[in-house]
């Protein structure tokens, strides 16, 4: 689950944040969104589904502000050991991502999540 400030700043129609985030060794990234359930960002779901991404988590709350978010992780499989990502496909699917994300006005910034936050 993303940290929101608030619910009453989007980054971009229906998004309040996003995160790019890879378990340790950070090969393999998923996207993990805090979306307003009210108004889905339908076009950025539909283009990470058409990209293979395949939605793992969705889980609704209310934010201490009262607004509702739902809390929505994608991950995409890759031909590598235990289903990760080559070299190659990180670079393809990281562009894409990329793409995807700049075209709405979000500017992404990829890391690799601690040990801890990767498997708690």
């Known amino acids: 689950m993303l ?3 608030s619910t009453t ?7 309040y ?4 985030a890879a378990k340790p060794p950070g090969k ?3 996207v993990f969104m805090a979306t307003d359930p009210d108004n889905p960002p339908a076009e950025v779901l539909a283009a990470l ?6 939605n ?18 994608f991950q ?5 050991l235990f289903q990760g990502w080559k070299a190659e496909e990180m670079e393809a699917n990281m562009a894409a991502i990329t793409a995807l994300f ?8 990829p890391r690799v999540m601690s040990l801890a936050e990767a498997y708690a």
């Open 3 to 5: 940290f929101l400030k």
């Open 9 to 15: 700043v989007t980054k971009a129609p229906g998004i």
């Open 17 to 20: 944040d996003v995160d790019i």
């Open 28 to 30: 393999t990234f998923g």
């Open 49 to 54: 589904a058409a990209m293979g991404f395949k």
């Open 56 to 73: 793992t988590y969705s889980g609704g709350y209310t934010h201490k502000d009262r607004g509702k978010v739902l809390d929505l992780h």
């Open 76 to 80: 995409k499989d890759g031909t590598d």
């Open 102 to 109: 700049s075209g709405i006005g979000i500017t992404i910034t």
